[in-house]
């Protein structure tokens, strides 16, 4: 089992960055990849952004040239760097990530939240 542990999360203005960064640990046999998803106040848990063990990334529409994600295999970590942030970001973030092998389940960090103030 993987344990994630997120931080990095705050209140921010609008324009500003915030980076989340999220830490695996654990009984680890290989991540196949992580990602961030985020529930916004009354809204459904979304996918933002995932990254795989060979650096294939994708993101999410709503934060496609603002949102940088990042990994290290080594160190199985993953951060999330967010700039020019909106007030439409708020939201708890979650780090997840995926074991190999293909369909061993998903752990989910506990979740950080990110406020941003208009």
């Known amino acids: 089992q993987v344990q994630l542990v997120e931080s990095g999360g705050g209140l921010v203005q609008a324009g500003g960055s915030l980076r989340l960064s999220c830490a695996a640990s654990g009984s680890i046999k290989r991540i196949l990849g992580m990602g961030w998803y985020r529930q916004r106040p009354g809204k459904e848990r979304e996918l933002v952004a995932t990254?795989?063990?060979?650096?294939?990334?994708y993101y999410a529409d709503s934060v496609k040239g603002r949102f940088t994600i990042s990994g290290d295999n080594v160190k199985n970590t993953v951060n999330l760097q967010m700039d020019n942030l909106k007030p439409e970001a708020t939201a708890v973030y979650y780090c997840v990530a995926d074991e190999a092998p293909l369909g061993t389940g998903r752990s989910w960090g506990q979740g950080t939240q990110v406020t941003v103030s208009s």
């Open positions: 990254i795989t063990s060979g650096g294939g990334t």
